[in-house]
T-cell receptor, first 115, second 120 residues
């Protein structure tokens, strides 16, 4: 049981390049999220999904796309990277809404630097 | 408006002493949940403790307890008998309901975090 996995661990991009951050979970969780973490800002929700085929925007969605074709995978696409997207990205999953304390399980994070 | 406020950017505590990390929140929901996560220097997010808005008793998990004062909208984390390994960033988070495609979803909103340093 690997939990939540993210690839790559580190990435350097040039402004304008595109890339996809991969996230996979093997816990059969319906709910998956992407967050970014910036110094002094805590974690901010980018996009989330409540199941295959269903996604919605979070607090800071601009510049990012997501899709959810399977329960296991939830990739995050940067369409045209900008230096403001330099951050640490976390993927998370959970089996419930959290109303009974079901926690979100976080991946190890991807550090992205946009030059 | 900030929904989760952690007013202590940094805290210091002596090993074996207790420490309280503050968290206040703002919501108009009747049903919500409050979480605390620990993030060590290695970067992973570790779940510590949860308090539901309808829970009458304060949550406890080992050395962690949550001092929940609903009327004051505060959910402070208390760590008893601090250990050197407790040195980390600590985040308070609140679950609120949102909707996507007609399905409810409890999304988390995080505070800015408090860096705790435990001195020997």
């Amino acid at each position: 049981n690997a939990g939540v996995t993210q690839t790559p661990k580190f990435q350097v991009l040039k402004t304008g390049q595109s890339m996809t951050l991969q996230c996979a979970q093997d816990m059969n969780h319906e709910y998956m999220s992407w967050y970014r973490q910036d110094p002094g800002m805590g974690l901010r929700l980018i996009h989330y999904s409540v199941g295959a085929g269903i996604t919605d925007q979070g607090e800071v969605p601009n510049g990012y796309n997501v899709s959810r074709s399977t329960t296991e995978d939830f990739p995050l696409r940067l369409l045209s990277a900008a230096p403001s997207q330099t951050s640490v990205y976390f993927c998370a999953s959970s089996y419930g809404l959290g109303e009974f304390g079901e926690t979100q399980y976080f991946g190890p994070g991807t550090r992205l630097l946009v030059l | 408006a900030q929904k989760i406020t952690q007013t202590q950017p940094g805290m210091f505590v002596q090993e074996k002493e207790a420490v309280t990390l503050d968290c206040t929140y703002d919501t108009s929901d009747q049903s919500y949940g409050l979480f605390w996560y620990k993030q060590p220097s290695s970067g992973e997010m570790i779940f510590l403790i949860y308090q539901g808005s309808y829970d009458e008793q304060n949550a406890t998990e080992g050395r962690y307890s949550l001092n929940f004062q609903k009327a004051r909208k505060s959910a402070n984390l208390v760590i008893s008998a601090s250990q050197l390994g407790d040195s980390a960033m600590y985040f308070c988070a609140m679950r609120e309901e949102s909707n996507a495609g007609g399905t409810s979803y409890g999304k988390l909103t995080f505070g800015q975090g408090t860096i705790l340093t435990v001195h020997p």
